[in-house]
């Protein structure tokens, strides 16, 4: 079956990961499509491969969302080796006391669903380390 | 030297549900209201600064058209909650640059009911993928990359804190709420003025945790304006007008500069801490001086950042700092005794003046039951997400 990632910066191999857009000049990382860095202002850009685990620098459990969408659900920033990350926290209980500040995490893929061709939608989160 | 700028009137509106009363009705109350208080009329004013997110474009000639149709440049500014106080700054430029020697600044919005402000309601799925946006995302992210929601993104952000200095968990943020709600009961202009138990506040509703439904900001309706004038100008004036006359003794805006994982998670910190700075060296007084803050508790976990952000702690000591009692009314740093945000209620576009107007009644000596006793220094602060923060520092007219 055909798969397609949730985001451009998602690459879907047998070892998924992250790609950032790195400002060649100053090391600033951005996950968006680019103009210039934000940083500096140069316009030249290398793709890196994001840290694929990291530790969990803040989060918050959304219980009231817009319509549609599914909670509670753990949001967060994961810090991996200096990049940040936003991120759904997954594969853990949605309550405090299972999701911690600096806790370990890694990135895994998450079914988004299919389209009408069979075409499967694929993102991404960050799951606990054991 | 550019001149000194001097609130002369300023009003708000009563905050809170007005369902008889659209965006103009409310705008001009706020209008008619400062200049009554300043005791000048439309005809006095060069310049107009014009806030309205929700509603109207050109809301300021709309508000012209009720109030006053002189000719005057109007300015219809957009800086999502620091509206109100961008509006501010362009009437307080115009005179600082000498083009005018009087003008105003509104801000309203109606707001009542409108739920929370996040992203949008999913659309119906179906078809096939498309990448869409910057990301080349093939569906919505809220809720698939994290949050959103205004409530989960400064959840984040007090819990970043917490994370980084200790100390800060659900009750301390709740504390925080409690502080607010109390204030409150003496603020007949509050959208809500019921005072809250801990308990009430931890075991309401949960937004997004560790913010509980009283931990965030109300939406509600609701309007505020000010005069400025220079101090060439004001010198003419009464002595009444002189006497209520509040100084600005600084007025700064900044954007957010750019930080590691500013795209990521909006840093609304290095941004409070630029302008924070700029203003007090502008002033030339410190955060000791300060007899009262009204900071942008758009929800509890964003008032402890802003602690420590406006200088009014050591660093990495906001949880100290409040559980010092410094902020409540009766510390030694009141802050938001209008009852903030999560109780004053939050109408986007009047709160970067209303804030001014409540640190105005209190140097006023005007501030009935509430008053900060001897108050003559007082800031005002506003963050609108995006980023934009505005930082005022008034002072009370020499006697």
Redesign the interface.
């Given at each position: 079956m055909d798969r397609?990632?949730?985001?451009?910066?998602l690459v879907l191999d047998d070892e998924p990961h992250l790609v950032a857009h790195e400002c060649a000049t100053c090391g600033?990382?951005?996950?968006?499509?680019r103009s210039a860095c934000?940083?500096c202002s140069q316009q030249s850009f290398r793709d890196v491969a994001v840290e694929r685990t990291g530790t969990l620098?803040?989060?918050?459990?959304?219980?009231?969302?817009?319509?549609?969408?599914?909670?509670p659900?753990v949001?967060?920033?994961v810090d991996c080796d200096?990049t940040?990350?936003?991120?759904?926290v997954v594969n853990v209980p949605a309550d405090?006391e299972h999701v911690t500040?600096?806790m370990r995490v890694r990135l895994t893929t998450?079914p988004?669903?299919s389209?009408?061709?069979g075409?499967e939608?694929v993102?991404?989160g960050f799951e606990p380390v054991d | 030297m550019a001149e000194n700028v001097w609130i002369l009137g300023i009003h708000m509106t009563e905050f809170g549900k007005h369902k008889d009363k659209d965006t103009l009705d409310l705008g001009a109350e706020a209008a008619l209201g400062a200049l009554g208080d300043a005791d000048v009329t439309m005809k006095d004013i060069g310049v107009l600064g014009a806030g309205n997110l929700i509603g109207n474009s050109g809301f300021g000639q709309l508000l012209q058209k009720q109030i006053g149709q002189t000719g005057i440049p109007v300015y219809n500014v957009a800086n999502a909650c620091a509206t109100g106080a961008t509006a501010l700054r362009v009437a307080i430029m115009a005179i600082k640059a000498g083009e005018v020697d009087m003008g105003m600044a509104v801000g309203v919005e109606k707001l009542s009911g409108a739920g929370l402000l996040t992203g949008n309601a999913r659309a119906q799925e179906g078809g096939h993928w498309v990448r869409d946006g910057r990301y080349g995302a093939v569906a919505p992210l809220d809720g698939r990359v994290g949050t959103e929601t205004m409530p989960g993104v400064f959840a984040q952000i007090g819990m970043e804190y917490g994370h980084r200095y200790g100390g800060a968990d659900f009750e301390l943020f709740a504390r925080i709420s409690e502080k607010n709600h109390a204030h409150s009961t003496l603020n007949p202009k509050a959208a809500y003025q019921k005072r809250m138990s801990l308990e009430q506040i931890m075991n309401d509703v949960m937004i997004a945790y560790p913010n509980t439904r009283p931990m965030c900001s109300a939406n509600c309706d609701g309007a505020a304006a000010a005069v400025v004038v220079s101090e060439t100008k004001l010198r003419t004036l009464s002595q009444e007008q002189q006497r209520r006359a509040v100084k600005i003794s600084a007025s700064v805006l900044t954007s957010d500069p750019w930080q590691e994982a500013c795209q990521v998670l909006p840093d609304i910190n290095t941004l409070t801490r630029q302008a924070a700075a700029t203003a007090y060296e502008q002033a030339g007084i410190g955060p000791e001086d300060l007899d009262l803050v009204e900071l942008h508790d758009c929800f509890a976990t964003a008032e402890l950042v802003h602690y420590d952000n406006l200088q009014l702690c050591e660093p990495g000591g906001a949880v100290d700092f409040f559980k010092s009692g410094a902020p409540w009314r009766d510390g030694h740093l009141p802050v938001n005794v209008s009852g903030g945000l999560q109780s004053k209620g939050h109408p986007v576009s009047a709160t970067g003046i209303a804030n001014i107007w409540e640190i105005a009644q209190h140097l006023r000596g005007e501030a009935g039951p509430r008053q900060i006793e001897g108050a003559k220094v007082g800031l005002a602060h506003v963050i609108g997400l995006g980023s934009a923060c505005g930082v005022h520092v008034l002072e009370k007219a020499a006697a």
């Amino acid at each position: 079956m055909d798969r397609i990632p949730l985001v451009d910066y998602l690459v879907l191999d047998d070892e998924p990961h992250l790609v950032a857009h790195e400002c060649a000049t100053c090391g600033a990382r951005y996950f968006d499509r680019r103009s210039a860095c934000a940083d500096c202002s140069q316009q030249s850009f290398r793709d890196v491969a994001v840290e694929r685990t990291g530790t969990l620098r803040t989060f918050t459990i959304v219980s009231f969302a817009a319509e549609g969408v599914h909670v509670p659900f753990v949001a967060g920033v994961v810090d991996c080796d200096g990049t940040s990350v936003r991120a759904n926290v997954v594969n853990v209980p949605a309550d405090p006391e299972h999701v911690t500040l600096g806790m370990r995490v890694r990135l895994t893929t998450v079914p988004v669903g299919s389209d009408s061709f069979g075409v499967e939608a694929v993102g991404y989160g960050f799951e606990p380390v054991d | 030297m550019a001149e000194n700028v001097w609130i002369l009137g300023i009003h708000m509106t009563e905050f809170g549900k007005h369902k008889d009363k659209d965006t103009l009705d409310l705008g001009a109350e706020a209008a008619l209201g400062a200049l009554g208080d300043a005791d000048v009329t439309m005809k006095d004013i060069g310049v107009l600064g014009a806030g309205n997110l929700i509603g109207n474009s050109g809301f300021g000639q709309l508000l012209q058209k009720q109030i006053g149709q002189t000719g005057i440049p109007v300015y219809n500014v957009a800086n999502a909650c620091a509206t109100g106080a961008t509006a501010l700054r362009v009437a307080i430029m115009a005179i600082k640059a000498g083009e005018v020697d009087m003008g105003m600044a509104v801000g309203v919005e109606k707001l009542s009911g409108a739920g929370l402000l996040t992203g949008n309601a999913r659309a119906q799925e179906g078809g096939h993928w498309v990448r869409d946006g910057r990301y080349g995302a093939v569906a919505p992210l809220d809720g698939r990359v994290g949050t959103e929601t205004m409530p989960g993104v400064f959840a984040q952000i007090g819990m970043e804190y917490g994370h980084r200095y200790g100390g800060a968990d659900f009750e301390l943020f709740a504390r925080i709420s409690e502080k607010n709600h109390a204030h409150s009961t003496l603020n007949p202009k509050a959208a809500y003025q019921k005072r809250m138990s801990l308990e009430q506040i931890m075991n309401d509703v949960m937004i997004a945790y560790p913010n509980t439904r009283p931990m965030c900001s109300a939406n509600c309706d609701g309007a505020a304006a000010a005069v400025v004038v220079s101090e060439t100008k004001l010198r003419t004036l009464s002595q009444e007008q002189q006497r209520r006359a509040v100084k600005i003794s600084a007025s700064v805006l900044t954007s957010d500069p750019w930080q590691e994982a500013c795209q990521v998670l909006p840093d609304i910190n290095t941004l409070t801490r630029q302008a924070a700075a700029t203003a007090y060296e502008q002033a030339g007084i410190g955060p000791e001086d300060l007899d009262l803050v009204e900071l942008h508790d758009c929800f509890a976990t964003a008032e402890l950042v802003h602690y420590d952000n406006l200088q009014l702690c050591e660093p990495g000591g906001a949880v100290d700092f409040f559980k010092s009692g410094a902020p409540w009314r009766d510390g030694h740093l009141p802050v938001n005794v209008s009852g903030g945000l999560q109780s004053k209620g939050h109408p986007v576009s009047a709160t970067g003046i209303a804030n001014i107007w409540e640190i105005a009644q209190h140097l006023r000596g005007e501030a009935g039951p509430r008053q900060i006793e001897g108050a003559k220094v007082g800031l005002a602060h506003v963050i609108g997400l995006g980023s934009a923060c505005g930082v005022h520092v008034l002072e009370k007219a020499a006697a």
